[in-house]
């Protein structure tokens, strides 16, 4: 409403220089053509299970559509994976990434049968710092993520390590593990490859 009627969005002083702040950033909403390789590896072994290359094909008001089956909100929060799990509105991915910026978020998850389960995730930024991937080295902004969700197998623990740039909405690198009583029942690293931006 308030931009409506001509209000604009503040804009916080340059903190280059401050001492006191690893700086703060606004990600670039994605376009048509962006296109990014991973590799995916195990987490634990670091043997690569295997490379995937996607590009968006459509933006709309409210998602952005990969050509793999991957369609998030426009700030690049999952709505579907490539496997066909579906999310109702969530918040992995801030508007402005800046240290120390913590939140939580709840969602629901339903998988490609329709069976549907509730997730929670408690997320903090915690550092700005060098990561080294195939695609280059990045100054990124290392985000934390711990929660727990309750599909049918049982409650899963989760813990995720994410690294974002806001030259494009989707991690450089990207640690996931899945716990269920105690056991690993998913470990996976994503690393960038390469990029193309529109």
Not at 102 to 114: A, H, L, N, S, Y
Not at 125 to 144: K, M, Q
Request: glycine share 6%; hydrophobic share 35%; no cysteine.
């Amino acid at each position: 409403m308030l931009a409506a009627r001509g209000e604009q969005r503040i804009q916080i002083a340059s903190q280059t220089g401050n001492p006191f702040t690893k700086g703060s950033a606004y990600a670039r909403t994605s376009r048509v053509g962006d296109t990014v390789t991973y590799r995916v590896l195990d987490l634990r072994s670091k043997v690569e299970r295997g490379t995937h290359t996607a590009t968006v094909i459509k933006v709309t008001d409210t998602e952005v559509i990969r050509d793999d089956g991957f369609v998030s909100d426009l700030l690049g929060n999952q709505r579907r994976s490539r496997q066909g799990y579906a999310n109702s509105p969530n918040q992995f991915v801030p508007l402005e990434f800046q240290v120390g910026k913590r939140w939580r978020t709840q969602f629901e998850v339903t998988d490609p049968k329709g069976v549907t389960w509730h997730a929670e995730q408690e997320l903090r930024i915690v550092a700005r710092e060098r990561v080294t991937v195939p695609a280059r080295s990045f100054n990124a902004f290392r985000l934390e993520a711990r929660g727990m969700s309750w599909p049918p197998q049982g409650p899963t623990e989760s813990q995720v390590t994410r690294w974002h740039v806001p030259e494009f909405q989707w991690p450089v690198a990207r640690d996931e593990v899945r716990r269920r009583a105690g056991v690993d029942v998913f470990t996976e690293r994503l690393e960038l490859m390469s990029y193309k931006l529109a």
